[in-house]
């Protein structure tokens, strides 16, 4: 089930947005539901906040040695994968 993020209309005004809208408030929905237009508590509107994407932070990949000298097996791959013919 996707992870909607939902955002009151109005997050700058206390008598149209609760604490959770205006702050934005994450809402797991099943898809084929259609999408959340007020909120659940104050029942004021809100939006749907397009996901943030969540970029997995790549790790910088370390040397062989680098590998080495902290005691990891470094293996090399000296071919390409043979593949049987089903
Ligand atoms: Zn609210």
Redesign the pocket.
Known sequence: MPLYEYL?ETPGDPSK??????RGFELRRPVERPALEL??????P?RKVVSRVHSPRVAKPFSAKAAKNAGFTVLEKRDEGVFEKL
């Open positions: 009151s947005s609760c604490i959770r809208c205006s909120c659940p508590l104050c029942k004021n809100v």
